[in-house]
Nanobody, 117 residues
Framework: QVQLVESGGGLVQPGGSLRLSCAASGIIFSRNDLTWYRQAPGKQREPVAAISRGGSTNYADSVRGRFTISRDNAKSTVYLQMNSLKPEDTAVYYC???????????WGQGTQVTVSS
């Protein structure tokens, strides 16, 4: 059974930090390219940060310089370190994995991040 389980969301003040984690099970983690998406109320889901099997990273312009994506293949976990958070970062954050060889994709259930004073 494949599971992607996000954790680490919560309520934080503007300027604060959070670290999201996504623990995977049931997949060959090292074969997967990984992406963090987010969806704010009334908006489409959008990619935030991605990391390839080889460790290459990409970021949305809105978060570049503030967010850092990383992965630990030994722990089958991907992280999103979020610094200098802004109210516009408020959203449900989702973990996404795509197996490079099969093309099969997997989604987590999401974790809420709220940035508010």
């Amino acid at each position: 059974q494949v599971q992607l389980v996000e954790s680490g969301g919560g309520l934080v003040q503007p300027g604060g930090s959070l670290r999201l984690s996504c623990a995977a099970s049931g997949i060959i983690f090292s074969r997967n390219d990984l992406t963090w998406y987010r969806q704010a109320p009334g908006k489409q889901r959008e990619p935030v940060a991605a990391i390839s099997r080889g460790g290459s990273t990409n970021y949305a312009d809105s978060v570049r310089g503030r967010f850092t994506i990383s992965r630990d293949n030994a722990k089958s976990t991907v992280y999103l370190q979020m610094n200098s958070l802004k109210p516009e970062d408020t959203a449900v954050y989702y973990c996404y994995a795509r197996d490079y060889y099969t093309g099969i994709v997997y989604w987590g259930q999401g974790t809420q991040v709220t940035v508010s004073s």
